[in-house]
């Protein structure tokens, strides 16, 4: 089942905050988190997994509520940078690295 | 030093015909994945080897066919093609299946298919 993302787009300046949310209706094991600039491939931010254990990038933080089902990406101090369409995925129990991921939440960071 | 690549990195064709696009890692990685991005930006995962074997096989048309005729190379073979198939198609690889939720998962740059 596909997690849903939400917001589906945000606006800033450089400089402001932001924060994607992500949602699954099903127990999660881990969240992926990738960026997605336009007419590139996805690049791979951040996993955080159960239990607490995270993976990734130095300047963007998130979060994962495993009773809530829910991952949320920090963005802070948004830089132009950062603008791009950002996905989580979700993994089940199992290794079969079969990523599920959201609908995608659109950012665009103006000057 | 391209990490994933995939050719051709756009592809117009005709309904009707069949075509090819290929991937290659050169990370040493023992899994690799096919999946198709719509016009609405959703990435939907189509297939997974791990070592040459078929490990995901979403709910894909036969008309597709992966093929991995070794851990470094992933192709798709995409046969009498519809308009509904236009879309970007990105492979992916990732170091192995062996703690698939610590692994990330690396992205070619893509390939554009169109069909007219």
């Known amino acids: 089942q596909q997690p849903v993302q939400s917001p589906q787009a945000v606006i800033l300046r450089e400089g402001e905050d932001a924060v994607i949310n992500c949602s699954s209706s099903?127990?999660?094991?881990?969240v992926h988190w990738y960026r997605q600039k336009h007419g590139e491939a996805p690049v791979f931010l951040m996993i955080?997994?159960?239990?607490?254990e995270q993976k990734g990038h130095e300047k963007i933080s998130a979060s994962f509520n495993e009773k809530k089902q829910q991952s949320s990406l920090y963005l802070t101090a948004s830089q132009l940078s950062y603008s791009g369409t950002y996905f989580c995925?979700?993994?089940?129990?199992?290794?079969?690295?079969?990523?599920?991921f959201g609908q995608g939440t659109t950012l665009q960071v103006k000057p | 030093d391209t990490a994933v690549s995939q050719t051709p990195k756009y592809l117009v064709t005709q309904m009707g015909n069949d075509k090819s696009i290929k991937c290659e890692q050169n990370?040493?990685?023992?899994?690799m994945y096919w999946y198709k991005q719509d016009s609405k930006k959703f990435l939907k995962i189509m297939f997974s080897?791990?070592?040459?074997?078929?490990?995901i096989n979403e709910t894909v048309p036969n008309r597709f066919s992966p093929k991995s005729p070794d851990k470094a190379h992933l192709n798709l073979h995409i046969n009498s093609l519809e308009l509904g198939d236009s879309a970007v198609y990105f492979c992916?690889?990732?170091?192995?299946?062996?703690?698939?939720?610590?692994?990330?998962?690396?992205f070619g740059p893509g390939t554009r298919l169109t069909v007219t």
């Open positions: 995925g979700t993994l089940g129990s199992g290794n079969t690295g079969k990523l599920i």
């Open positions: 099903k127990a999660l094991y881990s």
């Open positions: 955080l997994l159960k239990g607490g």
């Open positions: 080897y791990n070592n040459k074997e078929l490990i």
């Open positions: 992916a690889s990732s170091p192995g299946l062996a703690g698939a939720q610590n692994r990330e998962q690396y």
């Open positions: 990370l040493g990685h023992d899994t």
